[in-house]
């Protein structure tokens, strides 16, 4: 089996260090200590500096190295285990903004960006303005046309970076009547601007990511070149919408090396704290949490990782699969940390002591639910689609490739011109379902066909309800019974990603039962796990912890030794 995690991963680990030395600058206390000063922790962005971070950024063609979006993930969630306010603060954001030029700016406009990030530089994405949250239709800030210039007017608030980006790409109001053709992107080199005419607004403070550099930038009549919009005047709402397909899958699919350190700090703390005359981690209400919290972490990894090669494979379908990844995949972390947190009791709560990083990461994490795109957002993305996917794919549809669930296989290049708005009826995730269960099976997964058989006659089941789902129950105003059907479809998604990368794994553990039935169980109810099921998790998470491997799908090696104290 080739390795998931791809060698410049395991290169970054290196360079940032043990963790549990007192003396790294890159190490757990050093980051625990720019978290009480609210600073980004500037010995780590050297370190992503000399590592050349932005690199991974940066299509090929433009001099980097973002040729798989799943590579790319791997290498940030060693970013995330170590830092999530670097992951964020150094990386994810710069990403953000480069991928709506690599959707729809033009080659200068690209090899411009490219340069600013491949020398250390940093890009915003200005979308953001409080009085309209995610509603990116209800964006105020103007850009009125001037003779061949833009005049930017308006705020820009609660936006990563923007204080000391050098490139801002922003959404801007080019037409005042309402629709989908009123707004444009527009890359703005703030190094050019004029002086006067803008004016930085005081940092937003935050209870989590506190080193991050949330401000906000107001401009008045400020005048830039025609030239800066990124793809034909009125397409950004279209553009942003696109670019958010790739953003919002790998972005929550990063987050998941925060549930592994926190997961690697609760097994740290359990196995040394002793209670009731033994170690609490022989407690079994212990054992059955942290199996399950690994379960969810495998369930997470999973839909995130068949979400990421779909941007290769069937990227005209990623609009559906990348709002059922932000929004499965966020709930799950969070979840899975509220559960730990239970766990560790008054310790999650100390700033201090071998546990604190704990309390860092739980705070750090929240903004994984409503950050860039909120989960509520997501379902109601998904709304209007299901009718369509239910008529045309979940039962007779074309099957996925196997490629998308074979993990250690190749993939063709991230081809931007492939996103569509909608995915008109095509889902070939859900409909490898039914052509799974019409294929050969191993007799060790008898109970694997069980459930997958159960899930297809619930997929049916949802098919019947989308099919006639009316017009009225598509957009916001959707009754509660139409946003579960969106949950309802998310989470069956989840279950099948979970069994097709069974199926097509040569790693003697994810091809085995325990994790797949693990996963399912916890998809459909609260209640404990099966005894055989929970004794398997159990011993692949200590045998994780021992030899220093991720608790992720890719169980890849931790050097040197990710520990967490202080």
């Known amino acids: 089996m080739k390795p998931l995690v791809p060698e410049r991963a395991g290169a970054l680990g290196r360079l940032l260090g043990d963790p549990a030395d007192p003396a790294n600058p890159v190490g757990t206390r050093a980051v625990l200590d720019a978290d009480e000063r609210g600073e980004m922790l500037e010995a780590g962005e050297r370190a992503l500096d000399a590592y050349g971070l932005n690199a991974e950024f940066v299509p090929p063609e433009y001099g980097g190295r973002l040729t798989r979006a799943d590579h790319l993930v791997e290498v940030m969630r060693t970013v995330y285990r170590r830092d999530p306010v670097l992951g964020l603060g150094y990386g994810a954001s710069s990403f953000i903004a480069g991928v709506n030029v690599w959707t729809a700016g033009g080659p200068e406009q690209a090899a411009r960006v490219a340069d600013l990030l491949l020398t250390g530089r940093k890009v915003a994405v200005a979308f953001h303005e409080l009085a309209h949250g995610n509603d990116m239709a209800g964006t105020e800030f103007a850009a009125a046309a001037d003779g061949e210039h833009l005049r930017l007017s308006g705020r820009k608030e609660v936006v990563t970076n923007i204080s000391r980006a050098q490139a801002l790409v922003v959404l801007a109001r080019t037409a005042p009547r309402p629709g989908p053709r009123s707004h444009s992107l527009v890359l703005v080199d703030r190094a050019a601007l004029p002086g006067d005419g803008i004016r930085d607004l005081p940092r937003f403070t935050t209870v989590g990511m506190r080193g991050l550099q949330l401000g906000g930038l107001e401009f008045e009549a400020v005048q830039v070149p025609g030239s800066a919009v990124l793809g034909p005047v009125g397409t950004g709402l279209e553009t942003a919408l696109k670019a958010l397909q790739i953003t919002r899958t790998t972005l929550p699919a ?9 997961l690697r700090t609760a097994v740290d703390h359990l196995s040394s704290r002793t209670l009731y005359g033994g170690a609490a981690i022989g407690i079994p209400h212990v054992r059955s949490v942290l199996a399950g919290v690994f379960a969810d972490l495998l369930r997470a990894e999973a839909v995130s990782a068949v979400g990421t090669r779909a941007l290769h494979l069937v990227p005209e379908s990623a609009s559906v699969y990348s709002a059922a990844v932000k929004y499965t995949v966020s709930k ?3 979840d899975a940390l509220d559960r730990l947190a239970e766990l560790l009791g ?19 994490l929240a903004p994984v639910g409503f950050g860039h795109i909120a989960r509520a957002a997501c379902q ?33 290049a991230l081809r931007y011109d492939r996103l569509t708005l909608q995915a008109a009826g095509r889902d070939p995730l859900a409909a490898s379902l039914a052509a799974a269960l019409d ?31 009316p017009v009225t129950e598509w957009g916001v105003d959707a009754s509660p019974g139409a946003y579960d059907l969106a949950d309802r479809y998310s989470t069956l998604l989840t279950r099948i990603c979970c069994l097709q990368i069974l199926r097509r794994s040569t790693d003697p553990f994810l091809a085995g039962p325990a994790w797949m039935l693990a996963a399912a169980h916890r998809a459909r109810r609260r209640s404990p796990l099966p ?22 799908l890719a169980a890849g090696p931790l050097l040197p030794r990710e520990e967490t104290t202080r």
Do not use: N
């Not at 996917?389 to 296989?409: I, Q």
């Not at 069980?450 to 099919?467: K, M, S």
């Open 254 to 262: 990063m987050a998941s090396g925060v549930l592994d350190t926190a």
């Open 346 to 364: 008054a310790h999650f709560y100390l700033r201090e002591g071998p546990s604190a990083i704990f309390q860092k990461l739980l705070r750090d």
């Open 439 to 469: 294929g050969p099976w191993d007799r060790q997964h008898r109970e694997v066909r069980a459930v997958a058989e159960a899930d297809l006659a619930e997929l049916g089941e949802l098919a019947r309800a989308c099919a006639t789902l």
């Open 380 to 412: 109601m993305s998904l709304l209007p689609q299901l009718p369509l996917l239910a008529r045309r794919s979940w039962t007779t549809g074309a099957p996925a490739p196997d490629t998308l669930f074979a993990l250690d296989t190749d993939l063709p």
């Open 531 to 552: 005894g055989p099921v929970e004794g398997a998790l159990f011993d692949e998470l200590l045998d994780r912890h021992r030899d220093h491997r991720s608790f992720g």
């Open 332 to 334: 799950l972390l969070l």
